[in-house]
């Protein structure tokens, strides 16, 4: 990308994002995400062919690095599980908000905050969904290996995971400082990780 093409093209990035932040997706104006930069809406579909695709590009780099995490926690997990390794709790979901969501805390409240009326809208729920899908397949296999995994229902995982995930995030809705989270993160592993071990029968 050209040096011009590439310093006009952070500018509307760093105007969408203060758009969005300020009136959400669904209020966002392109016209105005034009002012802020200098530049007219057609300017704008130069660099994005939609407020869509521009919210996108905001958010997307952070879902993908949540994913990928979650992809390897899982590989980790069942690797550790089926080599009969006792440490199957070196990585939780606490060690994903340190690595992946609290360095990229602008990102995620986008997400959490601002994403109405786009196909982002239903995230936070959307990712106790998914989560809760692999989980369940998850503690069969810990049964097999002699593990005494409490019987809980569907709906019971939906509440609990549903808690669990709130209370993680919630640092990053309210725009808690880096140290005001990771003390909250603190809480919140204290409080939910013995919990899960006594369900999973560790």
Known sequence: MP????ESHEKVIKAALEEFMECGYEKASMRR?????GMTAAGLYRHFAS????????????????????????ERSLNT??????????????????????????EFRLLLNCAKGSRYETFLHDLVTEHQKKFENYLPLLKEQGYKVKDISSNEMHLLLTAYTSALFEPVIHDYSQ?????????????????????MGF
């Open 81 to 106: 599980l089926h080599n009969r390794n006792e440490d199957l709790w070196g990585s939780t979901e606490i060690n994903m908000m340190r690595d992946v969501v609290y360095p990229r805390m602008a």
């Open 179 to 199: 140290e005001e989270a990771l003390r909250c993160l603190d809480t919140v592993e204290a409080f939910f990780i013995p919990g899960w071990k006594q369900m």
């Open 51 to 74: 407020k869509e695709a521009m919210f996108e590009a905001l958010v997307k780099p952070a879902v993908a690095a949540l994913e990928q995490w979650m992809e390897e926690h899982i």
């Open 33 to 37: 995400i034009g002012r802020k930069c």
């Open 3 to 6: 040096r011009d093409k590439k």
